[in-house]
Structure formats: structure tokens, C-alpha cells
């Protein structure tokens, strides 16, 4: 758990281009760390159905929004990106510097694929490699970090990599589609760093839409479906008011096997995606009845129920936020929560599978 995670709040720092941005205050840092929130991002995290290039598409806006940002404030003078292979394909880093005027140096490329043994990830492999080196330049990398355990891989090697060649980063601006385990490894890799750079800046990283959590290793929650390590949802983590606001304005998304699911083949091999998110809540309807309804509705939102206004605040990091805003997405929530008595989770099962398959049936093999 991260130190003082409690005790961690979200406050606003810019609205713009319609993206709301918050920075995370209260941590004692070592790295900077947003959350940013804007209508595509968010459509895509409550949506299994975006597939294909608009999964990409749906980060430009808010990608470039944040370039512009970090520009402005000097964290990104020259840059070099870091792609990994191929998740770092969804994210459009190359794009927004380009909307955003700031000079791309080099392009780096390597590939980190999870080793699975009886469905169990066993480690990470380095399969290919193409690296450039731009002294005390911005490394911006584009990934989705679940146990963390890609990027550090990654990262270790670049860095070694730049020691060899006698040449070192200024900072690394990261932007993701991630959890709480992603602060708790930067923080340690910014220590790690520092002992053979000193001056390095750290790591400036941009969340979409909130800081979530994993599902702990041994916990395959409510449902007895979830994966370790793999499956992001709410609890324990932080999510943006407007995120929170638009998945509670809907019935099923806030019950989603995953917040994103598999980034790669949500992109290149959609009908794996969709096995996965059919198998999912076809596993949910078959086991219905054995599900307690009520917990995993108190999971999924990261609190037990009932709820004070004052603790859900506390629950939610939203000390910060405007009251007038905070007030109103309670009662939207207490609304959301009583609505919730009126389906059972077979109705909310079977709505699904209609809707996804309607959705994407040319993709089902």
C-alpha cells in the first residue's frame, strides 16, 4: 500500500479544450501524478463495445491537451519516445507532440510479452529491441500498467542502456491507463535512479480518467471471475468526478470485468476481446444466484454501504473538490445505488450480452 495514501487528495488544475485535469497533492512525491478526464476517454473506459482504431482515437484529445500542459510548464523540452510493444501502440504520443509543436528526436521500440503457464502469468520476456539515446532528454512512454511489472522490466533496461552509452535522461513523462501500483513503482525507481543520476527530474505521469486498483493476488473478488493483478476496477483507488458522474449515469459499466480489459486485443485482435467480455458476463449469468448482489455492488464501488456524505468524501480523496460538486454526485450515487434494487444481476447479465453482441457481432468468430 502506498504511504500515506489516505491522506492523498485529488485538486483541480486546469479545465480546458474540455479536458478537466487534477494533480494528486498530499503524498509527500518524489514524481508528479495527474488524472485527467475528458468525453472520449471516458466513453472508452465505460464502453467494452470501442474497439479497433477508436480506441486510440479516443486518447488524442486528452493526450494532446496534456502535451500542451506539460509543454507549457517546461517538463518537455526535446523528446524521445519509448514504445512498448504493443500496447504503447494505443497511446498517441507521436501525434500530440506533433499537434503540440514539440520536437519528436527519436523513436524507440521493444517488445515485453507476458509468459503465461496454466493461464498463470510466470514472468515477462524482451523479444525485440531498437533503442536511441537523446541525452538529458523527456522519455515519454505510453503504456497500461496493471502489476507494473512490463514498464520496470523496460525501464531497467533503457536506463541501463543510456549508462552504457555514457548518456542520461532528464525525466520521463508516462501516460496510462493504470493503478495504484504504478505510484507505489515509480516512486521506488525514482530512489533507484537517483543514486547514478542525481539531477534526474523524475517521472511526470498522466492517468485517464482515475487511479485504480488491482484485484490482489489470491482475490478473484465478489464474483469468483476477476484476475489478479490484471483487472482494474475502483476500490482503493481514485477516479475523477466526471468518470465517476458518467459510469453511475448508466446501469452496467460500473460492473465490467475490467475498466479497459486487454489494451492489444481490444485494438489488433478484437475477437479475442470479445470472447473475453462475452465469457465474462455469460460466467456472471450462469452463477447469478450464487453471487451476493449487494457486496459486489459495495465492491465495485469501494465502500460498505451505507455511506455518510462525509465518509464517502474521505473514501473518495474529493476533500478538494468543489462542494457544489461533491453534493450533487453523492445524491446521483445514493440515486444510482437505490435504482440498483429494482434488477437483479441475471436481468443486468443478460442486458449486456444482448447489447455487446448486437454491437459487435461481425467481429465473432
Request: hydrophobic share 35%.
Amino acid at each position: 500500500m502506498i504511504e500515506n495514501w489516505k491522506d492523498v487528495q485529488i485538486v483541480p488544475e486546469f479545465c480546458d479544450q474540455g479536458v478537466d485535469c487534477y494533480r494528486l497533492e498530499g503524498g509527500h512525491f518524489l514524481n508528479e501524478y495527474y488524472i485527467v478526464s475528458e468525453a472520449e476517454t471516458r466513453k472508452l473506459m465505460n464502453h467494452p463495445e470501442v474497439v479497433g482504431y477508436e480506441v486510440y482515437a479516443s486518447l488524442v484529445t486528452a493526450t494532446s491537451q496534456m502535451m500542451y500542459y506539460l509543454k507549457e510548464k517546461k517538463k518537455i523540452t526535446s523528446a524521445n519516445i519509448l514504445s512498448i510493444l504493443r500496447g504503447a501502440l494505443n497511446y498517441p504520443l507521436e501525434e500530440s507532440c506533433y499537434k503540440e509543436h514539440i520536437r519528436v528526436h527519436d523513436i524507440s521500440f521493444m517488445s515485453s510479452e507476458r509468459v503465461f503457464e496454466n493461464g498463470e502469468m510466470r514472468g515477462l520476456e524482451i523479444k525485440y529491441c531498437k533503442l536511441a539515446t537523446v541525452p538529458n532528454s523527456t522519455l515519454l512512454i505510453g503504456d497500461i500498467i496493471a502489476s507494473g511489472e512490463t514498464l520496470v522490466n523496460c525501464l531497467r533496461y533503457v536506463i541501463d542502456y543510456y549508462r552504457k552509452q555514457g548518456a542520461k535522461l532528464r525525466n520521463i513523462v508516462l501516460f496510462t491507463i493504470g493503478g495504484t501500483q504504478g505510484v507505489e513503482i515509480l516512486e521506488k525507481l525514482t530512489q533507484e535512479i537517483r543514486m547514478y543520476w542525481p539531477g534526474f527530474e523524475g517521472f511526470v505521469t498522466v492517468y485517464y480518467e482515475g487511479i485504480f486498483s488491482c484485484y490482489e493476488e489470491g482475490n478473484r473478488g465478489v464474483s469468483g471471475i476477476n484476475r489478479a493483478l490484471i483487472d482494474f476496477y475502483w476500490k482503493g483507488g481514485i477516479v475523477a468526478p466526471e468518470f465517476r458522474r458518467e459510469t453511475l449515469s448508466m446501469c452496467s459499466p460500473l460492473f465490467e470485468k475490467c475498466i479497459i480489459y486487454d489494451g492489444g486485443a481490444r485494438r489488433y485482435e478484437i475477437h479475442e476481446h470479445v470472447e473475453e467480455v462475452l465469457e465474462f458476463w455469460e460466467g456472471i449469468r450462469d452463477r447469478a444466484d450464487r453471487i451476493d448482489f449487494a457486496k459486489l455492488l459495495e465492491e465495485k464501488l469501494g465502500y460498505e454501504l451505507p455511506v455518510s456524505y462525509e465518509d464517502w468524501i474521505h473514501y473518495n480523496h474529493y476533500e478538494k473538490i468543489r462542494p457544489a460538486d461533491t453534493k450533487w454526485l453523492y445524491r446521483q450515487e445514493q440515486g444510482y445505488i437505490e435504482s440498483m434494487k429494482n434488477i437483479t444481476l441475471k436481468e443486468l447479465a443478460d442486458q449486456r450480452i444482448t447489447e455487446f453482441t448486437d454491437s459487435l457481432k461481425k467481429y465473432m468468430l
